[in-house]
């Protein structure tokens, strides 16, 4: 199965826009990339996902890298609210569900 | 998280009990699955089921096990709890190219 790589922290001001990397480099052609974060004491939300353009929606930017190996969420302007653990998994486009989550992003936002 | 309802929220056993977690869902999905989340950790599969009738193992199936009579409901059963099984879970049903939507979890203690 196909990894993902993602560093384990990072800290912004908050207004300020966040970049989290994620490199995934044994991709395949038919694997999305999704995105994940779960608030303290929640379950998982849904933040975007994509193939190979770039992806907006109200919540983030998804920039994916022309090669596929690696991609970015973006956070424009970072909230307290966004303060969460964002996780970068790699979801096959066939009937494949079984997600595979490694230990993510704590993302601290600094008022 | 509209739309999941997993029961009950806390739950504290003695080694040894059994029980069944609960998790329905009106979204009409086919897929569903349960994850364990350990402290500080991501997320585990346990098990998942792609429609009524069929379940699978997932990454940590031991010590529990599930069925899918119907399109709502995927209860997951513990058969003897032990400590290690200290953990919350989230139940998350997924259409085919939709994410997938956790419940808020239950949050297991095994004493």
């Known amino acids: 199965d196909a990894k993902t790589t993602q560093p384990n922290s990072m800290e912004s001001n908050e207004e300020e826009p966040v970049h989290l990397p994620c490199n995934h480099s044994?991709?395949?052609?038919?694997?999305?990339i999704h995105w994940y974060r779960q608030l303290p004491s929640q379950g998982p939300e849904y933040v975007i996902h994509?193939?190979?353009s770039n992806v907006n929606n109200r919540m983030a930017s998804l920039a994916i890298a022309e090669d596929r190996k690696s991609s970015t969420l973006i956070l424009h302007r970072a909230t307290l609210r966004d303060a969460a653990v964002y996780y970068c998994?790699?979801?096959?486009?066939?009937?494949?569900?079984?997600?595979?989550f490694g230990a993510g992003t704590t993302v601290t936002v600094r008022a | 998280n509209a739309g999941v309802t997993q029961t009950p929220k806390f739950q504290v056993l003695k080694t040894g009990q059994s029980m069944t977690l609960q998790c329905a869902q009106d979204m009409n999905h086919e897929y569903m699955s349960w994850y364990r989340q350990d402290p500080g950790m991501g997320l585990r599969l346990i098990h998942y089921s792609v429609g009524a009738g069929i379940t699978d193992q997932g990454e940590v199936p031991n010590g529990y096990n599930v069925s899918r009579s119907t399109t709502e409901d995927f209860p997951l059963r513990l058969l003897s709890a032990a400590p290690s099984q200290t953990s919350v879970y989230f139940c998350a049903p997924t259409g085919e190219v939709q994410p997938q939507h956790f419940g808020d979890g239950t949050r297991l203690s095994i004493l």
């Open positions: 998994i790699l979801r096959p486009r066939s009937n494949d569900y079984k997600l595979s």
């Open positions: 044994t991709i395949s052609g038919t694997d999305y």
């Open positions: 994509g193939l190979t």
